[in-house]
Nanobody, 123 residues
Framework: QVHLVESGGGLVQAGGSLRLSCAASGGIFSSYAMGWFRQAPGKEREFVATIDWIGSTVYADSVKGRFTISRDNAKSTGYLQMNSLKPEETAVYYC?????????????????WGQGTQVTVSS
């Protein structure tokens, strides 16, 4: 069982940056892929980025070139660096992990989820 806790959300102006963190405990974090998803009010939870156990990454087209996903297995922590943020990216951001080591872009590929962190981008 892996417990995930996100942090780093907040209020930022359009064009600004935030760095989200996802701290994992209770499992073998380094063996699992990790993903970031987001859910805006009234919308489906959508894929943002994923990183596999050896550091390969995939991004949603909408965030390519602006967001960077990374992980520090020694700290059992994942990160999402978000630059040039847009108001339409206001959402609750969730990290997810396990049980597979490979890249996952679908919600049903993950079984462990954090509680989410709110990101609000003002115009």
């Amino acid at each position: 069982q892996v417990h995930l806790v996100e942090s780093g959300g907040g209020l930022v102006q359009a064009g600004g940056s935030l760095r989200l963190s996802c701290a994992a405990s209770g499992g073998i974090f380094s063996s699992y892929a990790m993903g970031w998803f987001r859910q805006a009010p009234g919308k489906e939870r959508e894929f943002v980025a994923t990183i596999d156990w050896i550091g390969s990454t995939v991004y949603a087209d909408s965030v390519k070139g602006r967001f960077t996903i990374s992980r520090d297995n020694a700290k059992s922590t994942g990160y999402l660096q978000m630059n040039s943020l847009k108001p339409e990216e206001t959402a609750v951001y969730y990290c997810a992990s396990g049980p597979r080591p490979h890249l996952g872009v679908q919600r049903n590929e993950y079984i462990y989820w954090g509680q989410g962190t709110q990101v609000t981008v003002s115009s």
